[in-house]
């Protein structure tokens, strides 16, 4: 049976570990995601870089489908794969290997013309060219910015939550100290927290977007909000908690339109319109001829009708 200062000793190593963790995961998971992010914003800086990052992707692309085809045809040769039909399906490889070289030639051609069309497309391709880094991950380059920063806001809230439970052991306090539950529960609820977070933002950039141009969440201070926000989850929860009641609030005092008097107000509206524009003749006199229509006034009466 272990001492008080065995089971102490254990959970501090069982923090340091858990910690290590963390960092290591939000270090891996953000030396993949900046600079795809980063990539992307150079990519979208002006024209050329757009029609730059275009061709340099599908090049990206065949390259990676060649590695998996000249991978596996290794594995066919060296007798990992079935047996079954081993003459085709060597030579079907090989068709498909030589079939992507030809298209990574004609990719590569593309690109020599493209950047000697001027030097704008010159400077844009080399320029993106030394952007790339070598922690690029497949899955990550086909993401969305916005998913690659929600998935930098979820490891970081999973931080913040790993640095609220060690935090607790710098402290004094013995009645501050974590329970083996929240080694657990703190890093996930850091990440939910996170999440909640990520969302409200985006709900505030929608609603103040201008003509339907939304631009991509700045991964910078999503990433410390969601830090903090995993270290401080009660206090985040009960910020959101506040929130909420306000905003229910605020709607349950809103009036609801009623939609059959608007649609008459509507009505009204259009037809007092059409009175200015087509003021009420007088009746006519016994003899006088009627008062001929004008296109005007027969377009407004359909359009009315």
Known sequence: MCTRSEAEQFLNGLAGLWLIFGVGVAFVVSIMVLPELNWRAIAQSSEPHREAAIILRSQHLVEHELAEAEALLERINAGETSKY??????????????????????????LVRFKGTSTANKDAAEELQQAVHSWRCEYLAQATPNQLVLLLTLCMGFLGGIIAVTRAF?????????????????????????????????????????DGQQG?????PIAMIAVVAGM?????????????KALIARVSTTPVPDPLTATLDLQRNRLAELEKRFPKQPPPTPGTPPTPVTPEFTEAKAAFD
Do not use: C
């Open 216 to 220: 991509w969440l700045n991964a910078y």
């Open 170 to 210: 710098l402290t004094p306090d013995p009645s501050d100290q974590p329970a083996p539950a929240d080694y657990l529960i703190r890093p996930l609820m850091g990440m939910v927290v996170a999440f909640v977070f990520f969302i409200l933002v985006q709900v505030g950039q929608n609603i103040l977007v201008v």
């Open 85 to 110: 039909g081993l003459a085709e399906r060597i030579s079907s490889q090989q068709r498909s290997i030589a079939e992507k070289r030809d298209k990574i030639d004609e990719v590569a051609a593309t």
């Open 232 to 244: 401080m989850a009660g206090e985040a929860l009960g910020a959101i908690d506040s929130w909420g």
